[in-house]
């Protein structure tokens, strides 16, 4: 099974990604990990990432794509693979397909989760990490048991990313309005895009989102 999770920062792509990589028994290919790994592995790819994102600029569509390609054909994804944050826009699209057609593979589903910006600021502005393990937690929708103490490993630091503010967030939404939500367009011509709301508790998100794919 090949899925690529559709939908705006925060509408809980990664979350759900981990979910179906578990119930399915597939990886998840998100373009976060594999820029991070290849950096920390010095690849050749690797290497020209680090220089555009040292210079805080975007990394370009063909270093994004090449890592991707490097990654779908690694034997853990044969059975399929989960891409979550990949393809941003169309130009990447459009590479992908063209990719998965010479390896005569094809995206069996594009399931876009739908959220609305003021549901994005409710969520993202309450969202707390822990800085020793990482854990999330959510002011509202997920607090830690004891307030400000970190469930997993018990640290007191739990801290707000800086760019969880609403300006921040207003404008990573109109990012993916311009330049991801054309996608849509372009899956549904063939046929595979389904949507869900992403409203509601992550169970019930994720047990649309399996409805949707099996
Ligand atoms: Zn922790």
Known sequence: MRLILL?????????????LKEKFNIPQVSTGDILRDAIKDK???GNKAKEYMDEGRL????????????????????KG???????????????????????????????EIEVNAKM???????????SSCGAM???????????????SCGSNDLYKR?????????????VYEQETAPLKGF??????????GGDGTLDDVFSRVCGLVT
């Open 7 to 19: 939908g705006p920062p925060g509408a809980g792509k990664g979350t759900q990604a981990k979910r």
């Open 137 to 151: 937690f959510h002011e509202k929708n997920h607090p830690p048991k004891v307030s400000g103490i970190c469930d």
């Open 162 to 174: 800086p760019d969880d503010n609403k300006e921040t967030i207003m404008k990573r939404f109109e």
């Open 81 to 111: 693979f989960i891409l979550d944050g990949f393809p941003r826009n169309m130009a990447q699209a459009v590479q992908l397909s063209e990719t998965l057609e010479k390896m005569s593979q094809n995206i069996d589903s594009v399931v």
């Open 59 to 78: 990394v370009p569509d063909d270093i994004v794509v090449g890592l991707i390609k490097q990654r779908i054909v690694e034997s853990d994804c044969k």
């Open 120 to 130: 994005l600021i409710d969520r993202l502005t309450g969202r707390m990490t822990c």
């Open 187 to 196: 899956y549904r011509k063939m046929g595979i895009l389904k949507t869900t």
């Open 43 to 45: 690849t050749e790819l």
